[in-house]
């Protein structure tokens, strides 16, 4: 792994050589031009019952250039960062522009919505691993589960990963730009058996700083007892109830509510929230805040795969959407202006007030707990939903007995406005700080 300064090096050398590419591409004769160079090199390792399934090294790296001309686009991207290689990857991009449309909407970001000079969000926190330590860890994740309880048969493994690496972005308004960043996970997944009854589950830990993961004793007993609570499922009888989703699984609706929201469903009119921008589509006590410049956090970026300069944004607030996602390019299919959302959300925090998880298990009361989601059924251009479901039947605040093979349905709009509150059980995993969530009323599909 690399150290500071060994890395402040590397970023020179390659905002060069993305330096160098552009000119050539202005030669060429392009009206504008972007490049993005990504490099990574880390270590995964696999264990399964005591042995070593796998170790894998990663030292890699590719470059895209995007050129535009005369209103029309081209493209290609090359692994080889060879001068000859670089000269044939602009001049296959500039060749290919040659044959696509005009289209008055493309071209890059405006100048004046750039991050010229980004600030460190505190992204990398390199770590000196051997392969040796790596295995060793992997290894003393699934020994913890396996030795949780006796009903813990089988395992399908657990794995160690740490990556580090760095993106360099340039263009042809003369911003250049780049940031290291690492990622360390461990994970688990174990298999119990109790009789003919089998069930399968995990846990997971991951952070930008490795020293901040959970102990891999912990992540081995939380996928042991993830996966021991699932045995003895039933399925339930096909019903209308509250239903409550698990904080690590609530982000998948917030992810609908995203895919609704961004730009390129909204222009292409394949969205049910077309139209919802200034209105109120949650209840009033929620409030969605993105925060793109939290140090070290998981999401945390200074500037977007365009270039443009992230900012902190109220997304809802007070039930009300204040903004669509968009990149430069569905703003202006849109007549807007972009938000900084090429690549995606910098980090969403979904505000809380039904307090920690036994508070939301009583406020749910008698109703459906969700733990796992199965399939793809989610229509974003009319927000129905249907998707398979595992999870835990709930009485008076309690959790009686899990179950299995449900489906639950609704659809978007209405479980949006249904939400009746949202948990301080935040998870911290991904790009959503999201708690668990109630909604009022879903069908659930069983016997």
Known sequence: MSDKVDIDQQIDEVKQRVAKVLELAKSLG???????LSRQQGLSVGTRLGEVENVEF?????LGITVYKNG??????TADLSDQALKKTVEAAVNIAKYTSEDSCSGLADADRLAYQPKSLDLYHPKALTTDDAIELALACENYALAY???LTNSDGATFASFE???VYGNSHGQLVGFPSTRHSLSCVMIASDGEDMQRDYAYTVN???DLLDKAKYVGEKAATETLSRLGSQKLSTCKTPVMFRADIANTIWGHFIAAISGGNLYRKSSFLLDALGQQIFPEFLTIEERPHIHGALASNAFDSEGVATQDRDIIKAGTLETFLLTSYSARKLGME????AGGIHNWLVSSQGGDFEAMLNKLGTGLLVTELMGQGVNVVNGDYSRGAAGFWVENGKIVYPVAEITIAGNLQQ???????????IDLKGSIRTGSIIIDEMQVAGN
């Open 58 to 62: 990663t030292n890699d790296g590719a």
């Open 165 to 167: 690496g760095f993106k």
């Open 208 to 210: 930008r700083n490795f």
């Open 30 to 36: 392009t009206d504008g031009a972007e490049v993005a």
């Open 72 to 77: 029309c686009k081209g493209s290609a991207s």
């Open 415 to 425: 479980m949006f406005k249904g939400i009746v509150a949202v948990g301080s059980d």
């Open 149 to 151: 309880d006796d009903r």
């Open 338 to 341: 972009t938000t900084g959302h």
